[in-house]
């Protein structure tokens, strides 16, 4: 598996996390939600594979979060959906957060289905975040 050290070790903590981790009610991650989420992010490029803040989500889900890109994605404990939430560099309001959940029932590879709609995610964001204005040329001599 191509992920960091940092991120195996956070991975290893979601695994030891127990029911009540988060107050009454919260449950801890099982191990096919921490696999799918271990082989999605395997599939991302660097570097979005290693700038990632890997979570627990109170129901049991394992969640992604890359803030300085905006993108936010929740895989549920049961592996029925996955959330994704993208939001553009500067909304103007709540309105302006994209956000789609999609179904994981019945995908043959669900870590591949989450991997291709968080790439073109990650990668909007990205172009968002990264466009220039042209330079321009100095008439001084």
């Known amino acids: 598996m191509n992920l960091s050290r940092a991120i195996l070790v956070k991975f290893d ?9 988060d107050g009454e009610g919260s449950i ?6 921490i696999q799918l989420a271990k082989d999605t992010l395997s599939h991302l490029p660097y570097p979005h594979r290693d700038s990632v803040f ?9 969640d992604f979060e890359w803030s300085a890109l905006g993108v936010y994605c ?3 404990a049961d592996l029925t959906y996955c959330h994704l939430n993208r ?19 019945g995908v043959f590879n669900a870590s591949v289905s989450i991997f291709v709609k968080l790439l073109a995610a990650l990668e909007k964001s990205d172009q968002e975040r990264n466009l220039r204005l042209p330079e321009t040329r100095s008439l001084r001599k």
Do not use: C, H, R, Y
Request: proline share 13%; net charge negative.
């Open 74 to 76: 929740t895989m549920d």
């Open 13 to 21: 903590q979601l695994a030891e996390l127990k029911d009540g981790w």
């Open 87 to 105: 939001s553009p560099p500067k909304p103007a309001s709540p309105n302006d957060i994209e956000g789609e959940t999609f179904s994981l029932e």
């Open 28 to 33: 801890a991650p099982n191990a096919k939600v």
């Open 54 to 62: 890997v979570g627990a989500s109170p129901d049991g889900g394992v």
